[in-house]
């Protein structure tokens, strides 16, 4: 038996759930298919708050609040504050739950089934998908790719894994953490940064550095945490080579690379880049404006943050460089209005080499 429907979404994550509410409201029809209900992303759960507005979420999944973000390398710190736009943390399996029961209640079909192969015709796809212990086919204009950052289909479709790097973290019960740290420096995070945020049942230390177990031991000395809780390890996507569409499939969210270089956010842009994708198919447009349209939104915000990284996480020194300058208050109203999109940020490079000027002259 096959079963018909215009659309299948494979994953129900942030991307496939937001996606799959957007289709169902406009009566594109939809199944949704998700390995595993009681799976819970390995994830900080930090969100922005503006997110909660955009998309009309319901505000008592918020664990925690965050106002203050804290840059730390070695004995420096600086402070930055974001209560314009606070971070507000949610515990993953009840945020993912919530967002598929939403797209249910639009009308679409929820089946906990893991995708298994596919096959492209000229004009629809068949997939096969495994629920419970049966095998069914599943006929579709079009497949979606929200499998995350393991997607399954990009290997099959694109012949490659999504870009990405193999995070270590934990969660401290014992430490309750009230702002966002985020750690830099060889020792701790490599070229990338470490972090302790505030989480639903405690703290999550963790770092973006290569998998090797001295990077979160380093961390957890210099934090001072004793308790010995398990290190774990979980993919994060690289912003590099994301792909958008191929042969019928879409792909978004972790599958398509769309997390935001220098800060790792993945949720805020899984959701974004879904109801950008559902406006493409619901007005039937050609699949390649799916990448115009993101591009036009997001591509020049993500390269910008792409190029800081490179540039500030590159050695020790540059971070120290980076520590000076986000302590000039123009610097962070740059980089914060930068982060928050709000109005057309034309990062200026003149502008950091003038701050820079300005630090060593002053020393
Ligand atoms: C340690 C860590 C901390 C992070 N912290 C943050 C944070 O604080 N804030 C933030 O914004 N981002 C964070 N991220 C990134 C964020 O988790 C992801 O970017 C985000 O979850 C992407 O959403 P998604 O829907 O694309 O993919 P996912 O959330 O990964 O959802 C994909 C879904 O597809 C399902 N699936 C996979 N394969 C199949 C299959 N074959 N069949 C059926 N279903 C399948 C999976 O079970 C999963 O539910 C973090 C990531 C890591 C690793």
Known sequence: MIIETDILIVGGGPAGATLAKYLSNSNVKNILIQ????????????????????????????????????????????????????????????????????????GTTLYEAAFVSLEIFDGYVISTIKKEDEYLQIKSNYLIAADGVNSKIRKIINGESVPSNLTQYTNITSEHYEVCEFHFGKKVAGEYYAWAFPHADGTNIGTLAEYDRSYINNLRDSLAIEEQSKVLSYKIPHFKNPLFYKQRVFFVGDSASQVLPFTYEGIYYAMHSAKILSEVLIAKQEPSEYEKLWNQKYYKKFTTLLKLQNIFLMNNFMIFIMMRLFQNRHVQKQILNLWLGKKEVEINFSFFIKALKRFIFSQ
Request: aromatic share 10%.
């Open 35 to 106: 390995r595993n209900l009681n799976f819970k992303k390995p994830c900080g759960g930090g969100i922005r708050l503006d997110a909660f507005t955009d998309f009309a979420l319901d505000t008592s999944l918020i664990k925690k609040y965050v106002d203050t973000i804290l840059l730390v390398y070695k004995a420096k710190t600086v402070h930055v504050d974001i209560s314009q736009t606070p971070i507000a943390v949610v515990e993953r399996k009840e945020f993912d739950g919530y967002l598929r029961a939403e797209a249910q209640k639009s």
